[in-house]
């Protein structure tokens, strides 16, 4: 696998925990400068900004899935305010996680 490749894969099987630019260009085996220009020439955007919307994503799921408490998918997510994560939310989806959850 390229480092592109292992970095997908690294965030994939680790996507609900911290994860750190440092961390997942270890996991691929180069410097976490080399990895920030392969994944954002290779994919159109940065690494960073790619974890924050597959965890959008997975929180999306279990908002659809009719999650209880959007807060606690706020927190498992990376989010530590929920305004924070509505905002970062309606910007991704241009909807709201309590429009998602309805």
Known sequence: LD???RALW???SHS???????????ASHVSAYHLTRAFAGSMGLSLMRYVRARRLS?????????????????????????EAF???FKEQFSLTPEQVRS
């Open 3 to 5: 480092p592109v490749q």
């Open 10 to 12: 690294f965030v994939e």
């Open 16 to 26: 609900l925990e911290p994860l750190s630019l440092e961390e997942i260009a270890r």
């Open 58 to 82: 997975i929180a999306a799921r279990q908002l659809a899935e009719g999650a209880d408490d959007i807060l606690r998918v706020a927190l498992d997510a990376g989010y530590g305010l929920h």
């Open 86 to 88: 509505s905002r970062a």
